[in-house]
């Protein structure tokens, strides 16, 4: 195995690489007599334990396989379906491995394999969920228009990192091409109105942009530049306490303030203003809009007029800063796109690593421009870019209200998300917000919850029954009858409260429904189990399967088969399949014949399904 250390931190990848190396490499040489012997599942659980868990490279609990399966690999990890499935077991048998090597930790290995067992339809899930790729689908289109063999995560790791360093019209060309998919976004959950505008009201961004659109009022005549003249600034900084420093000392030393271009805040405070639409610039004097005369009597709206400007606004512009040249700061171009994509990563990611996005944008710069200079002068513009990241971005932006900045992580607030939200809709995303649909139709409603994972749907289902509880039940009862998703209306039913047992005992009577409604009755402690017949536990577990696969795609079908127990047990439900006379189960064993990672159980569906054939049943 390895005699070195099992535990390392972010600063420790060389030891952690070769750690891995030694690692794989003891597991291939045993790979011979593991028949689901991965080395590259085992490497990529080593890489996810390093650099996204706790460093604890052997110590695994469910809680760790719950990330690995259900965010690690939706979002980083690219795998044909035809291997997709062959993932957990291959797992199993690298943990097995460790088990065997006496150096896994955390919790006892039975309780490791239930857990991986009851993730399996859950992970299928979400690898097949283009929100958990974000702009997957475009991007693997690109990919492929470019020959990026997409099995490959090396290969796609560096086709991404290369589309960051092309020029931002490219990347949108690219991301925005003719024909591609819209942009699938999980759903998310914000307040009300009325604490969305609660909180606009307390932003002292926005308070600061209405002190200076009322100061400006009718018109304040600009220099011949269209700066605000000095006098101006003087009375601005008092009245606003932007913090800037007129006619600031150095040492000894007064340095006389001659522009308000030397005014940073100040200088952006007007530009955003501007952007915003709170002010407006004419033949040399700046003056209050109608916006601006308003502000206050709907702060929402004036609160989303004052984000979307400020990410037009171009916050540290040419010109401006420590390490500007003639058309400085060089970085002004990279700092324009972080400002572009910061919103959606906090959108998707629900926080950002202050950190690496200082690095990420160095990186940027580096690859950019040539800098052929001291290191100590690449040290003072890096440490330069950073401060305008932190007051000219980030300080404006949570003084906004938009994000927070804390322990070195940034975070969005709710009215960023609805802001956010807002502009993605805008720009064609599917963008869902929980509690959008409580007022649609029951079929309606189902529609958009098979769109979404089981979570998501169970908060919109409980948000649309509480908006008529009085109908709820009967609405569902009647999509169950008439709609294309009965088993999902079914499953809705179970929130539905007391009025739902007697519209689902009607439902006993409905043909194609009978097995669904009395499992029903059973699961809610309304009847017994002796009332379901294996005819009808059979046919409703084979349409159950057929709906998954309808709904999520046939390999996460075929996961909820091996979620439910040993393959000898799966062997039997597929031979008893041979006479069965249920819609779909030709399907059902085409596609565990084609999906299944187990050569046995997949033999067994290939034969029976030719049987079927062989008897005349389809």
């Not at 195995?1 to 597991?27: K, L, N």
């Not at 009325?194 to 659109?213: H, P, W």
């Not at 003249?229 to 913090?243: F, I």
């Not at 390999?555 to 439910?564: D, F, I, K, N, Q």
């Amino acid at each position: 195995m390895t005699d070195g250390p099992t535990m390392f931190g972010p600063d420790d990848e060389q030891a952690f690489i070769a750690a891995r190396g030694a690692v794989v490499d003891s597991y291939r040489a045993a790979a011979t007599r593991r028949s689901d012997a991965d080395p590259f599942v085992a490497s990529t659980m080593l890489d996810f334990k390093w650099a996204y868990g706790d460093g604890r490279i052997f110590e695994w609990r469910r809680t760790d396989l719950d990330d690995l399966l259900l965010s690690y690999y939706p979002r980083k990890v690219a795998v044909p379906d035809e291997e997709l499935l062959a993932i957990v077991p291959a797992a199993k048998d690298f943990l097995t491995f460790l088990q065997d090597g006496q150096v896994l930790r955390g919790d006892p290995l039975p309780e490791l394999f239930d857990g991986l067992d009851a993730l399996l339809p859950e992970f299928a899930a979400a690898m097949h969920d283009a929100s958990n790729s974000g702009m997957a689908k475009g991007l693997v289109a690109a990919m492929k228009a470019e020959g990026v063999d997409i099995s490959q995560p090396d290969a796609v790791s560096q086709w991404i990192e290369d589309l960051n360093a092309r020029p931002i019209e490219e990347r949108e060309a690219i991301l925005e091409a003719e024909g591609s998919e819209p942009l699938v976004l999980p759903s998310i959950e914000l307040p009300g109105e009325d604490e969305l505008a609660r909180a606009a009201e307390a932003s002292r961004g926005l308070a600061l942009l209405a002190g200076f659109a009322r100061y400006v009022g009718d018109g304040r005549k600009l220099t011949r530049l269209g700066f605000l003249t000095l006098s101006d600034g003087r009375a601005l900084v008092e009245l606003l306490e932007t913090g800037d420093v007129i006619d600031p000392r150095i040492g000894d030393r007064p340095y006389r303030t001659r522009s308000t271009a030397e005014l940073p805040l100040l200088n952006l405070l007007f530009r955003w203003a501007r952007a915003a639409g709170f002010v407006k610039v004419r033949h040399g004097w700046v003056s209050i809009t109608r916006r601006g005369r308003s502000m206050g009597r709907k702060p929402i709206a004036d609160w989303q007029a004052a984000f979307e400007g400020f990410l037009v606004c171009d916050p540290v512009p040419a010109g401006h800063g420590l390490g500007a040249s003639e058309d400085g700061p060089f970085w002004n171009e990279v700092l324009l796109e972080l400002i572009e994509e910061l919103p959606l990563g906090l959108y998707l990611g629900s926080e950002v690593d202050l950190e690496r996005l200082r690095d990420d944008a160095w990186r940027q710069v580096q690859a950019r421009f040539e800098l052929h200079r001291e290191q100590w002068v690449l040290d003072h513009w890096r440490r330069m870019m950073e401060i305008d990241i932190d007051r000219q971005i980030l300080d404006r932006l949570s003084d906004l209200g938009a994000l927070t900045v804390s322990g070195g992580k940034i975070s969005p607030t709710s009215l960023g998300l609805w802001a956010t939200n807002r502009m993605l809709r805008k720009r064609g995303a599917v963008a869902p917000i929980v509690g959008d649909r409580a007022g649609s139709p029951a079929a309606e409603l189902l529609e958009a919850c098979a769109e979404l994972s089981l979570d998501e749907s169970e908060v919109e289902i409980r948000r649309w029954i509480e908006h008529r509880p009085l109908t709820a039940a009967a609405e569902l009862a009647e999509a169950a009858r008439s709609g294309r998703l009965p088993q999902l209306a079914l499953h809705a039913l179970g929130f539905a409260g007391p009025a739902a047992e007697a519209e689902v005992r009607a439902l006993v009577a409905v043909e194609g429904l009978e097995p669904y409604a009395r499992m029903w009755l059973v699961a809610h402690g309304h009847e017994d189990a002796s009332s379901l017949t294996p005819e009808m536990l059979m046919a409703a577990f084979v349409a159950g399967l057929a709906a998954e696969a309808q709904q999520n795609g046939p390999v996460t079908a075929v996961a909820r088969l091996m979620s439910l127990g040993p393959e000898d047990e799966q062997m039997r439900f597929v031979e008893r399949l041979l006479r069965a006379d249920q819609p779909g189960a030709a399907e059902v064993l085409e596609m565990i014949g084609r999906l299944h990672p187990s050569k046995a159980v997949a033999k067994a569906a290939r034969r029976t399904a030719f049987k079927r054939r062989s008897f005349g049943l389809h």
